[in-house]
């Protein structure tokens, strides 16, 4: 007699069909439907922290645009995800979570509205019931796949060991199309584009996911255009003309060639204050076009909006300017192509407090670590550094942890994700001492499960952020300062490797690791110092402090 498959086990078919990996952390809710996963040898990564199941399938995505399960129990375990939950919510991250339920019969004295919980961090919740556990399973998906969020999926405790019975044909999913070219738009556009003197494409995210890149970069050629990215698309045009990041992260120089354009088209990207340079990047009078498949994404910035697909409209541009001279303002900067606008003076290797200077640090990781390479970036000051001074292969190479939702803490469960998607590339972490010393748990995840990684640790010993914005407007510093932790020694008593780091020579033992073949994690705590503020930070406190003084 053949055994009848439970309500976990028809989940957990479902979701082996649509996925390879779990990042999970057991308990009563999820045990059933986990130990499904294990037994059928599907690869399971066990969290120590629920936290970390959703923001290892949050950074498994941004590695490599596959969707991913997380998975928690009920109560705690799901509460505990809740912050990594908004993060991917508000990221745009497809992701299925699959979590233990309230019981079907009636909540108990412990439970919580687990649903309405979910609904206020903007995610919808599907509970399986024993005729549904196949169909809300795939539509948990459908939906992840089609509009680019997170799903909860629930199983009721008390229904997933039953046999799960006959099953329910799934409701069809209706299927986004994507928004049309306006014919109009996109001959006014072609015509503001070829009229411009000093055009400039930036790309954003949704401009690498509709493989825009290519084609935008052959419509950038033929008006003799500048390229720049957000942070979320780096290297998307692959060109010798772009300016790198647009925003915060962007040298002073490029900035200021990008303040100079008087058409400036922006497919994908959202615009927001940190793109921007805080109202800075445009000039008065500027034309900004911003193109977005997602109407909500209009932004204050942009003169003009216009939804649309991005590679759909960047097609639709080169069919209306066929014949371009490719004559532009590139002449006027040839600095910008042999790549001398972004050579700085070398910085000194100690600021004045006698710490490291952490662009002299940043500077040396670069020519240090191998080309190929994940950066991950937890939420801290030191966001400044990597972006400004480290390269990566591909917009998928370059990471901003928690920047949707402004969390620190979620750095190590992250680079346990982009390691297991990317595992032929050296994954970087790159955090902050606060960060570090909040995401602990799954320092053990790290150590067990990332096959060649660098944890940098930029340790300033305190929350730098909360120094740089608001010691120096005259608030007690107080609980701003942390007791300087030794990264390296904690990580060596789970296994890594490491050292800490007092000046650039002290690079020599991850030179040494790296020679060595690059197995199992290294952990570089480097003491670098409090007085050095990053570009973006001063930039973004330059207001408020003009404002104090006057």
Known sequence: MTEQPTVSDLVADVCARHADTVFGLMGNGNAFFTSNVTRRGMRYISARHEAGTVAMADAYYRASGRVAVASVTYGAGFTNALTPLAEAAKARIPLVLVAGGVPAGGARPWDVNQDMVAAGLGVETLAVTCET??????????LAVRDSRPVVLAIPYDIAALDAGPQQAPAPVEQRVPPAVDGAASHRIARQLSGAERPLIIGGRGAVEAAAGRALRRLGDGLGAFFATSAMARNLFGSPWDLGIAGG????PAADIMRRADVVLVVGAGLNT???RYGTLFADGATVIQVDDRPE???????????????????????????????????GFPEVADRSLFAEPPAGEFAPDGRLNPRAVATLLDAVLPEERTIVQDGGHFIGWAPMYCAVPDPQALMMVGTAFQTIGLGLPSAVGA????????TVLVSGDGGALMGLADLDTAVRTIASGVMVVFNDAAYGAELHQYAVRGLDDTAMQIEEVDFAALAGAFGAH????RSLADIGRLREWL?????GLFVLDVAVSQNVVADYMRESMAPILA???G
């Open 249 to 252: 992260f962007a040298g002073v």
């Open 133 to 142: 556990a196949a169909s809300a399973t795939e539509r948990a998906w459908a």
């Open 498 to 501: 490491g050292t800490k780091m």
């Open 297 to 331: 994404a209009a932004a204050p910035a942009a003169t003009e909006f216009v939804h649309a697909d991005a590679a759909a409209l960047a097609a639709a541009l080169l069919d209306a300017l066929p014949r371009l001279s490719g004559h532009g303002w590139r002449d």
């Open 274 to 276: 940190f793109q921007t």
């Open 515 to 519: 020679d060595a073949g690059a197995r």
């Open 419 to 426: 390691a297991a998607a990317r595992p032929e590339r050296l």
């Open 547 to 549: 404002a104090r003084a």
